[in-house]
């Protein structure tokens, strides 16, 4: 570029001559020279803003026209991308803990109808009643002619039904695809399992979504379709299930019992084994949820989650146990035992008024169920310590077990906490939970103290959890549950081989307005084995059960519960593949001090 | 040279021409196998799935139990007791291998050897 000069020389001096002011000639070359770089500057920024004016249009116009394309073309499948194994759309399946399975999907079809497409109503009617015979005639045809145009006729076809729909040969009715759950093993595990059903119902598919049990807590995980291709690891073995479940039907009907519920629990793990309830039902065909009576008359009732009873003596060991691990006693100290025993208003007796006092050591308060001993222990405890304790062991709170119902099923306990409560919960009366909650207390003692938490999914890793009560303190609460099967209330429980420890509980059924119904008692038996080296526990309780074999009805856990519990072990020990044991001649010195 | 030129380059345009129409009915003959193919694993998937469904069916306790109860004759199935357990020394082990060189024999040539063999515990010769 050439630069004018601001005072040219010749235009000077020709201003000079003329008379007149040379700086006007210099401000007026000024004034040119910025207009100059004005307009260049204008000139350049106005090419910048349409060049972005243009990046921007062309961005816009590109999203607006794949937009465009996306909203007017026919979805089409990707046909050559190979589609992943990994991904599928159904439901993932449920194994146990071998890999057998216990729920799987199955492909069916759906019938439904178009009436405009009908030909002739009335023979269509005909026929499919002919076919399904819970469908009404009359009613179909009304429902083919009332105006609407569209109707489903049945949720799933059986591929012989599907073929004779095809047969009546009407444009009419069609099939849509539909993926059913199957539970192969039929009423096996129906409680934990607990079924599934039809969502949201479309032509080509509907949702599969789980009714109750495990298929409901992990819905969201089972219908995840990155994870439909990994099924879901439960910590049941279908043949000690299967095992358990026939025995605790047959002790159930044995017993003249209204229900039963029995939980095989790994103490190590916190894995459960095996969970059973009876009645039972069949998660393949769930019944509807009952709308009248009561809701445990139901065989949808799973008796081991939701069933919250007061669990009776079994409670004692607990009481015992803090006892011996707050040093105030041990199992030979002997305390107060004789009964009845007077606290204000109340009477605090023994089973059919016995007196096992004077004095009686807290290993044989245990043994023989002393309702007055273990009220003296639990006085020296004091009712904060035992509250602490026994929420420490997870009896005040729901279990957190992965089944939906355990959610709503919270342990009953009272408001507050007088001296006659710390008296009363020492043997299990006044405080209420479900076979669970005292199976995995069971499982923290046998732990050797180290807290439980039940798990329905299989875990290989040893359980980690806070120390509840020392090592030696848990050692000797087995030792003195093992003595309760030897020589005390559950002698029939003992199985040669398996040195079965365990404590017995009767309490008696709760009246809706208060107080208690005689002959009708929840019996439970809770039980360690092996004594030596607490592998499972096992918790069986029946309800309302009675034995009638003797000259008066017997309605006490060492007549009901512990015989279908002694079977129970005797059957499923085995196939968990442990060997039966030689007992060692002493557990530890009680028996030497009771001699 | 120009017509040689022209002609030549017609000439490529036409046998790229037919290059284009084999190639494309070539992918389209291959996208049509593929989805055949896909079908196909859909189906054999599907089917997979029943099997599997059906051989947990077969296999559940209820049926096994009653299977073994009614062949019961045969079979002599009973559930499993603690007792049935035993210790590796009850187990029949077979008897040790004869040692040539204690029998002083050397075997050349394929030789029929018929007998019993000695339980154990019992002599060998």
Known sequence: MTRVPLRPLARILDARAKGENPDAIERENLRLRHEQIRDKSRGRAQARLVFLALCFFSAFSTIGARMGTLAASEPVEPRTASNGAEIEASRADILDRNGRILATNMLTHALYVQTRDLVDPARVAHELSVIFPELNEADLLRRFTDGRSFLWVRKVLSPEQMQQVHEIGDPGLFFGPREMRLYPNGTLAAHVLGGTSFGAEGVDSAEVIGMAGIEKFEDNRLRDPAQAGTPLVTSLDVTVQAAVEEVLRAGTIMMNAKGGAAILMDVKTGEIVSLAAYPTFDPNDRPANPTSGDPSDSPLFNRAVQGIYELGSTFKIFAASQAIDLGLVTPETLVDANAPMRYGKFLIKEFENHNYGPLLSVADVIAKSSNVGTAHIAMMIGGERQQAFLKSLGLFDASPVELVEAKWAKPLRPERWPEIVTITAAYGHGVSGSPLNLATAYSTIANGGIKVTPTLLKRTEPMEGERVMKETTAHLAVAMMRRVVTEGTASLGDVPGYAVAGKTGTAEKTKKGGGYIRDKVVNTFACVFPANDPKYVLVVTLDEPVETTGPKPRRTAGWTAVPVAAEIIRRAAPLLGMRPQVEAATLDGLTAVKN | ?125
């Open chain 2, 1 to 125: 040279m120009r017509p040689v030129l022209y002609v030549f380059s017609f000439l490529a345009v036409l046998a790229l021409g037919f290059w284009a129409y084999r190639e494309n009915y070539a992918t389209q003959a291959a996208q049509r196998e593929v989805e055949a193919l896909q079908d196909e694993i859909a189906g054999i998937r599907e089917s997979l799935t029943i099997q599997r469904a059906e051989w947990a069916y077969l296999n559940r306790p209820d049926r096994l139990r009653d299977l073994a109860t009614i062949n019961f004759d045969r079979l002599g199935l009973l559930p499993m007791q603690p007792s049935q357990f035993g210790t590796a020394e009850q187990v029949a082990f077979p008897p040790p291998p004869v040692n040539n060189v204690v029998l002083g024999l050397t075997i050349e040539q394929p030789q029929s050897i018929s007998g019993t063999l000695a339980t154990e515990g019992a002599q060998t010769p």
